[in-house]
């Protein structure tokens, strides 16, 4: 089983539109999570980290569900700059600092 | 403030050549990981340095990758002898401490194809 599972998508939203990914985590000892966006051909950016209480940054809102073992972003009021690719990144504190990347979630919002 | 820098940003070798990747990352970062990206799958990482030290070399795939950091100040990867499977992109990345939840902050990558 994969550390870590994200949609694929693609995601095909309208400008305006509000949109969320979930991504889920097969271990239970992981602690700290963040949110990536890879533009094509570039570098994963780090969009937020998400903390356990959520967080809001703009138009972007980050929650963490331990019970379940997801984490969620959500993007409101989309803009066409928005669209790239979302990845999740999952640290389990007891290896050290190895972070777990999900494949992504692929995001195109139309105008 | 520069960010992670690596060198070449695009590689293309044939089978059984060698070929070094440099990663310089940002500065004060005294951790440095190594990752990659084969097409159509997650990111994976390689191994992470505290310095000049290895902390953990876990996700290095066999003995043709060697990774180094003298000086604790940049990093080389080199893949001895190159196979068609060790193509993809590789990703250094540094962060400005060792706790878990200090993010990464990447480079942009060398695109390496092994024909």
């Known amino acids: 089983r994969k550390e870590v599972e994200q949609d694929p998508g693609p995601f095909n939203v309208p400008e305006g539109a509000t949109v969320a990914f979930n991504c889920t985590y097969s271990?239970?000892?992981?602690?700290?999570f963040f949110w990536y966006r890879q533009d094509c051909r570039k570098e994963p950016k780090l969009l937020m980290s998400?903390?356990?209480s959520g967080n809001e940054d703009g138009r972007f809102t980050a929650q963490l569900n331990r019970a379940s073992q997801y984490i969620s972003l959500l993007i409101r009021d989309s803009k066409l700059s928005d669209s790239a690719t979302y990845l999740c990144?999952?640290?389990?504190?007891?290896?050290?600092?190895?972070?777990?990347f999900g494949t992504g979630t692929s995001l195109t919002v139309i105008p | 403030e520069a960010g992670v820098t690596q060198f070449p940003s695009h590689s293309v070798i044939e089978k059984g050549q060698t070929v070094t990747l440099r990663c310089d990352p940002i500065s004060g970062h005294d951790n440095l990981y190594w990752y990659r990206r084969v097409m159509g799958k997650e990111i994976k990482f390689l191994l992470h340095f505290v310095k000049e030290s290895k902390q953990d070399e876990s996700g290095m795939p066999n003995n043709r990758f060697l990774a180094e950091r003298t000086g604790g100040t940049y990093s080389t990867l080199k893949v001895q002898p190159a196979e068609l499977e060790d193509s993809g992109v590789y990703f250094c990345?540094?962060?400005?401490?060792?706790?878990?939840?200090?993010?990464?902050?990447f480079g942009n990558g060398t695109r390496l194809t092994v024909t």
């Open positions: 271990n239970s000892a992981s602690q700290s």
């Open positions: 990144a999952v640290n389990k504190a007891n290896t050290g600092n190895q972070f777990y």
């Open positions: 998400v903390y356990s």
């Open positions: 990345a540094s962060s400005q401490s060792q706790s878990y939840n200090s993010p990464l902050h």
